[in-house]
């Protein structure tokens, strides 16, 4: 719908949009209009230097909003490379919870640079926005929100919408603050247009049980909140209830896909932030760490292996087997592992229920458990013939998948509880948990009850 | 800011909200003020019969309300035990894509009976969206939008919008229609406020490249081309550009969820709508026929161990070193699987892209497979001091390692191209490849240069 917003000023943009391609010599097709955050999508093909050619011949407008859809690591090479007046330029333009995300990726020198050349108040702005976590609220926020004081009534509240139209992209709610800039409600023009002309706002926010977040509340909490009411917009406030900004519903889009994304890349050692783009030799570096620990972690249970050599070479068919054991418990494991992850990432969870999901789990480990293990049971039996090593591979199986299931419930809370990621490695840990403990349990019943 | 628009009515809402708990014998706190999301929480705890009994003694308002934020299934429940006119009350009130996910979790011959119930515009209305598919652009629409045809002037599109205010809920956006229906633009109230009074919208849209999906999209895509646009809502038109309804944000980032979810769980083959609350038995009856298929794969990899039995009664130390191999080339398939699944979750990616990141994947398998290889081949000869074995697990690690980085690439564009979910049972069918190759890799070289 933004898009409509600029309209009026379609054929020009359209006029400098081609002349800017044409003397950058791209050679991307020119439409007749382009969103901000489809012109991103061509920039991000072009190299460094037409990048920063093309953002310089388009209207500041026109930039600013293509810079605010660009990756921002890419963005702040962008600005990086500017001239330092242009770049301030489209930083002013910019909304402030987008320049800080970008500032944010500029190198410390650079970034005062850029500071200095904008308005005072700017720089102020932005300098304190810097100064949260990216991670919370308040590193998210934006602070470019309209305020009424509680004294106003309805008609002046209108009256302000109106004056901030051209300033404001999304003017449709007004924050209601008293003297102390403590937030006191929150009205959508709606509410303001269905309201009788004249009534004062304090009337209007009465009793009104305003639903904010703290401003350090953990941004991937904010997501949770702003999805769970169905808001488009969140006040952020601080321990005195001072309004500070609003999270909006475009950044909580990115916000749940981010950590969708970090969820499932983390849980395997891979980078949390990885995508095709990522340069492969950087992709090395992140993943070689976690890789390593996974041997590490399999010398383990290569270890527990080597402790029943005897009984494998007596019978090598317990070779052929083992896998089996460990792969079946593992892929439990896993699915328990996703389960939870998934379920921490969109509800806020206490103690109780954590841990009534891992007595869950338990219970379907134990249900698909004995079903496999009787599987097993009658396959190895019909195969092998061996009674004692048929009982060996169901009753170990039956084992090795309650273990798995309950780890793949557990590991994610204990994570947690440590004030570690819930989903980083945990796809690792469980693999060593459930190949040392299916190696262990089918070797050792293995060496008691065939040798 | 939802809840600000019923503001007024919060304190009769306390009022019965507070007699139906205690009319039900509910134990919940009731609080000053509930928001439908909060209520709809606590309603989940209860019993079916007292969520019918809450719902029952609601104002239909806050009832219909409740009911849409609750789990569709459970609403689907209460539907059913409620008193049909009591339950088509419910459903009148409800925005029509929130009624229509509920009733489709509603028994046949039950929600002819809703319907018949309802006023024939509204059944009418109901009937025609149930036959759309649950899972494009037209099963999650909503129909309830302000048109306006295109020989209107600004003044009478916001008196449309006035006179809307009380029945829609975000009546923020106007959609410009010719005489036959056909979408010509999409203005927002900010447009219209800031256009010269008396203004032809035929002159506001003229130009205008409307942003739309074909109502037969996949819901999905729909939620990348929202969150790529930062839209608030997005309409859905058919093959002729005839406007059909609207997507809105709160349905997207619903979508966004269940998506980053099914990935998940469907990867290790659990179920892609599994949560903690699902009943254990049912995730028994799930994720057994995956338990079933991985143990089918795990026997083809055991297969190709059998083939080696020689060779390990002859040297246990092989049945050692095996897993590991296995172990490190799944985990980097696994890290491949991950980038690519998300991949796929957050763009629309063409073949050239694809099979490029296939190859980037490639690459990477190498570069960690060449540096595992060399720490391995030292750690083999140290440890065992065979010269031999610590060669054959060397090149087996790297070998494996490279087929499962290419392995976790092209699993999901190959399940994509046989048009399957890029993700379901992906997890499974690379462990059984990595497994499989690394045991012959290994075995096999293993068999050639040691005896």
């Known amino acids: 719908m933004e898009r409509a917003d600029v309209e009026d000023d379609a ?3 359209t006029n400098a949009a081609e002349v800017s391609l044409r003397l950058c010599g791209s050679d991307i097709d020119s439409e007749e209009f382009i969103h901000a955050a489809d012109r991103a999508e061509h920039l991000e093909d072009l190299p460094l230097s037409k990048q920063v050619c093309v ?3 388009l209207s500041t407008e026109e930039a600013a909003e293509a810079l605010a859809e660009l990756d921002e690591e890419m963005a702040g090479d962008v600005l990086e490379s500017m001239d330092a007046d242009d770049a301030a330029r489209l930083i002013a333009e910019m909304d402030p919870d987008d320049a800080v995300d970008i500032l944010e990726e500029v190198d410390e020198d650079h970034r005062d640079i850029l500071l200095s050349n904008l308005p005072v108040e700017d720089a102020e702005q932005l300098r304190n926005l810097l100064t949260f976590d990216p991670d919370t609220a308040a ?4 602070t470019d929100i309209i305020t009424v004081p509680l004294d106003a009534t309805v008609d002046d509240a209108i009256q302000l919408i109106r004056s901030e139209l051209e300033e404001k992209e999304m003017p449709y709610y007004v924050y209601v603050v008293d003297e102390h800039e403590i937030l006191e409600g929150v009205l959508s023009l709606r509410n303001l247009m269905l309201a009788r002309p004249g009534t004062p706002l304090a009337e209007m926010v009465n009793r009104q049980d305003v639903i904010a977040v703290q401003y350090d509340t953990d941004k991937e909490e904010v997501a949770r909140q702003l999805a769970h009411y169905n808001f488009i917009c969140l006040p952020v406030v601080d321990r005195e ?11 909580v889009l990115d916000i749940i ?3 969708a994304s970090s969820d499932m890349l983390g849980m395997v050692g891979a980078g949390q932030d990885e995508t095709v783009d990522t340069p492969w030799t950087k992709s090395v570096h992140i993943r070689l760490p976690w890789l390593v620990i996974n041997m590490c972690t399999s010398s383990l249970s290569a270890f527990i292996v080597s402790l029943f050599e005897g009984s494998i070479a007596e019978m090598a068919l317990l070779a052929v087997l083992m896998p089996m054991v460990a792969n079946q418990a593992g892929n439990t494991g896993q699915q328990a592992l996703a389960v939870m992850i998934r379920q921490l990432a969109t509800e806020s969870f206490d103690a109780k229920r954590s841990w009534g999901a891992v007595v869950r789990e338990s219970k379907i480990g134990l249900g698909t458990g004995l079903v496999m293990a009787l599987i097993a049971y009658i396959g190895v039996l019909l195969l092998s013939g061996n009674g004692f090593l048929a009982f060996v591979m169901g009753v170990s199986l039956l084992l090795d998948m309650f273990l798995g299931a309950i780890a793949g419930g557990a590991i994610p809370l204990v994570l947690r509880a440590l004030g570690r990621d819930p989903a980083q490695a945990s796809s690792i840990f469980l693999t060593a948990l459930t190949d040392s403990g299916g190696f262990f349990i089918f070797l050792g019943l293995a060496t008691v009850f065939l040798f």
């Not at 590193?139 to 934006?142: A, D, K, Q």
């Not at 209830?241 to 950044?251: A, I, K, N, R």
């Open 241 to 251: 209830e001072h309004l500070m900004g609003v999270v909006t519903h475009d950044d």
């Open 257 to 259: 896909q981010e950590e």
């Open 11 to 13: 054929e020009f943009e």
């Open 55 to 57: 953002l310089t011949h």
């Open 139 to 142: 590193g998210v926020m934006n």
